[in-house]
């Protein structure tokens, strides 16, 4: 069994930063391609970033490319979310996920579908 569990959310004033960090427990971490999500009041779970199991590739949504860094230390079964220049809209649950199906080296998922495995999510709130 999997278990992700997210930490670094808080409410920071809009051109603020935040680094979300996720724990992976349970499986070889550093085989799995791994995403952060978020979802907003109202709105669907949305695409944020993920990087493959190795952190040779990253993707990013066009609406957070050049502020957010995701990143992974596989010795530490770390991921991280580092974000800068936030915005009140990135006011948000972030949640961690995780894809423990697709074997490392394969296709990277930007759809929530693409994830088996969620944490509980993290609160972050922007302030203008």
């Known amino acids: 069994q999997v278990q992700l569990v997210e930490s670094g959310g808080g409410l920071v004033q809009a051109g603020g930063s935040l680094r979300l960090s996720c724990a992976a427990s349970?499986?070889?971490?550093?085989?799995?391609?791994m995403g952060w999500f978020r979802q907003a009041p109202g709105k669907e779970r949305e695409f944020v970033a993920a990087?493959?199991?190795?952190?040779?590739?990253?993707y990013y949504a066009d609406s957070v490319r050049g502020r957010f860094t995701i990143s992974r230390d596989n010795a530490k079964n770390m991921v991280y979310l580092q974000m800068n220049s936030l915005k009140a809209e990135d006011t948000a649950v972030y949640y961690c996920?995780?894809?423990?199906?697709?074997?490392?080296?394969?296709?990277?998922?930007?759809?929530?579908?693409?994830?088996?495995?969620w944490g509980q999510g993290t609160q972050v709130t922007v302030s203008s």
């Open positions: 996920a995780g894809d423990f199906r697709t074997n490392c080296g394969t296709y990277v998922y930007t759809g929530r579908s693409g994830y088996d495995y």
């Open positions: 349970g499986r070889a971490f550093s085989s799995y391609n």
């Open positions: 990087i493959s199991c190795r952190g040779g590739n990253i």
